[in-house]
């Protein structure tokens, strides 16, 4: 069974930065790429960012150049550096992880995802 953790989400006043963590757990035989989505109140859950295991990164329009992606495959681990956050970056955050898991002939490639957390911007 696989298990993506988040943390690192809070409170924030606008201008401020938060960084953003995602372990991924479990019977993991690699992985795919990893990735960030968000959610605000009455909204749709968007694309933030993702990253490939070899590094290949990819962002919404609304966060370049102030947030930034990054992955230890060694650890399993996604980042995601908020700088320069506004009011409309509040949302729960939602780490993302396609992945192949299992041992031996029992593998599968499949997506998961974490539980989310929250992260508020006041302006």
């Known amino acids: 069974q696989v298990k993506l953790v988040e943390s690192g989400g809070g409170w924030v006043q606008a201008g401020g930065s938060l960084r953003l963590s995602c372990a991924a757990s479990?019977?993991?035989?690699?992985?795919?790429?990893m990735g960030w989505h968000r959610q605000a109140p009455g909204q749709q859950r968007n694309l933030v960012a993702t990253?490939?295991?070899?590094?290949?990164?990819d962002y919404a329009d609304s966060v370049k150049g102030r947030f930034t992606i990054s992955i230890d495959n060694a650890n399993n681990t996604v980042y995601l550096q908020m700088i320069s956050l506004k009011a409309k970056d509040t949302a729960v955050y939602y780490c993302n992880a396609v992945l192949i898991s299992g041992v031996g002939s029992e593998l599968i490639l499949d997506d998961y995802w974490g539980q989310g957390t929250q992260v508020t911007v006041s302006s």
């Open positions: 479990g019977s993991i035989f690699s992985i795919n790429g």
């Open positions: 990253i490939t295991s070899g590094g290949v990164t």
